[in-house]
């Protein structure tokens, strides 16, 4: 039975010392596109707090924990909503730590909270790495994986998403902008459109597009299909809604051909050397 | 130092049941490829066999050991040349089991002889899956690694080879034409650039074109460069050979950016579920 669900993902500003006016956008954004029909609503990575810290001091004074007013409102979004909500913020640790996390919830509550464990660039100045897997959880419409931006570009983590049965995996990202050669996608899409074909699991991406600080963001949200092929067009830096529909149910078929299975078909036990430390 | 070698993949055809005129082929795509500057050249996975088996006795009968005729005629090409030859043919092991194979070839002789680790399809009946990682090995050019066609979608065994240190990962391939959505790339194309961007190693495909037994091929060849961007165009189901030069020195930099380092930023004591049987 196809287990039909819609996926919005919001390419939206945020701006960093604006958390109330980052807030609200989330939660109108939310409300327009559950009214628009969707299920699985996305934002972009750090979208309550905006992105581009100066130090590790602001990213410290704008992260908040998970038992916070944040938390709560968003919470009851998604309760009064009746959507599964996921977005990154930045988190305040009951161990004192910040981390660059994300949460998925749905109208029972936070589903799962994650900490961003492959941190980019200035990142690992402001944020603890975390030390977990992704989540792979069930909620009132499927069993859904999440991460954060470079995480995505480590196949294994993809894949670990994948052997945990998630039929959905999503990520709020914040693409930098890097040159491309001419009439090529961009080589962030094309690491989803692969994750998502080597483990016949589609992806949806959030990215951002403000230039807070100067940075230039890449805007390529995008939701692929289990194929890996794209499923909405890329809105490259423009704010934008992409919407998609996906069977949740054909996501856990993971045959191709006849005969070939793209989990059964590994070989785990040629793999160990994934999981040493180079020295 | 830059350490630049020009790579030419041969998309031609080979038939099961000629193998005389499938080798005549062979030598002279690779005499032609030395001729017009190539430093390394590339032919299809089971390129001296032909592909389409009817049967596991027909592979059987058409396998050859890798101390035979067709190893001795291909080194001294090799060594005649000064080229490194890369090509897939069906081996007759001293074992007895019949494999999916592929040499890699330098002057000096016989650097790597690989058996194709994750079996596509009919292979199944006819060849005995490797029970070895994809060899990454010295040559006069460089550090080279191989593997084959299906192999090239886990991308644990990619990471491998870059793991290993390949400045290179050629891969004889046999891609069956499925279909796409208008103005797509092949997933199969790109999954091949995913697993160069997220490794900065570049790959270089060799396809093939014939149709024997009515099996149509993609005829996909592709160079990709360390970001995951082709340095080729593709010449989808037709007869070509495609080149390109690569600096080799500059694929053992996995930097990315100012801060990152595409294998250095992995967490490998968290990947341990990669190498655990499913249930």
């Known amino acids: ?22 807030r609200r956008r989330i ?10 029909g969707a299920d699985i609503v996305l934002f972009p990575e750090l979208a309550a ?12 004074a704008e992260a908040v924990p998970l038992d916070g007013p944040l938390l709560d409102e968003w919470r009851a979004l998604a ?39 492959h941190l980019w660039d200035r990142e690992a100045d402001h944020f603890t790495p975390g030390a977990a897997p992704p989540p792979v959880v069930d909620t009132i419409l499927g069993r859904l994986g999440l ?4 995480d995505l ?13 998630a039929e959905l995996l999503c990520a709020p990202v914040s693409w930098p902008a890097f040159p491309r050669p001419a009439g090529e996608r961009p080589n962030e899409v094309v690491k989803v459109q692969a994750g998502a074909g080597v483990n016949r699991m589609p992806i949806a ?34 704010e934008a809604a992409i919407t998609a529909t996906i069977d949740l149910a054909a996501s856990r078929d993971k045959s191709i051909g006849e005969r070939n299975d793209v989990l059964a078909d590994r070989r785990p036990p040629l793999y160990g050397a994934i999981t040493k430390e180079r020295v």
């Not at 039975?1 to 980052?22: F, H, I, K, L, Y």
Request: proline share 5%; glycine share 12%.
């Open 147 to 150: 991460l954060i931006c470079y």
């Open 79 to 117: 309760g009064e909503l009746g959507i599964v909500l996921v977005a990154g913020y930045a988190e305040l640790g009951d161990n004192g730590h910040v981390y660059n996390s994300a949460v998925l919830i749905d109208p029972d509550g936070v589903r799962a909270n994650y900490r961003k464990a």
């Open 205 to 238: 991406v959030c990215d951002r597009v403000d230039a807070d600080h100067g940075a230039a963001w890449l805007g390529g949200s995008v939701i692929v299909d289990p194929d890996g092929y794209p499923l909405t067009s890329l809105a490259l830096g423009e």
């Open 153 to 165: 570009e480590f196949p294994e983590w993809v894949r670990l998403a994948a052997l945990d049965g």
């Open 49 to 60: 707090s905006g992105y581009d810290f100066a130090s590790a001091e602001q990213a410290r």
């Open 1 to 22: 039975m196809p287990e039909m669900v819609t996926v919005s993902c919001r390419q939206v500003p945020s701006v960093v010392g604006d958390a109330p006016g980052n």
């Open 27 to 36: 939660t109108a954004e939310a409300r327009a596109a559950a009214a628009a």
